[in-house]
């Protein structure tokens, strides 16, 4: 039991010390926090009618997040934080594209 009260001891020092303050006060991670929300618009958009789905767009979406992706892993230190933001985006965006190929291209139109 005293080893828990040593390890939140620890985990609460970290969080509330310099280098988390630093962290939280960089580019480092507030980058990566304000471009969650293009991850999140291509989700909530998944429930929206396909017609509606630029083809155009979500290709160069999907070809930006895979050379940022690439760019986190890379940079030093790696920012796992944009790696995951930008891994959620790529497949968003190609759930967005295979609704935009199936509905222009496979689907027979009702009309």
């Not at 970290?14 to 471009?35: C, D, I, N």
């Not at 991850?39 to 997040?65: C, E, F, N």
């Amino acid at each position: 039991m005293a080893s828990s009260g040593g390890s939140g001891r620890k985990l609460f020092e970290y969080l509330t010390g310099k280098e988390m303050r630093q962290y939280l006060m960089s580019t480092h991670f507030w980058a990566p926090v304000v471009t969650w929300g293009i991850p999140l618009a291509a989700i909530a958009d998944i429930q929206k009618d396909a017609k509606l789905i630029s083809g155009k767009m979500t290709l160069a979406l999907i070809i930006y997040s895979s050379a940022f992706m690439r760019f986190a892993l890379r940079v030093k230190p790696r920012n796992l934080l944009l790696f995951a933001c930008h891994f959620t985006n790529v497949n968003a965006q190609t759930i967005q594209g295979i609704r935009f190929l199936k509905y222009h291209y496979f689907e027979e139109s009702s009309a």
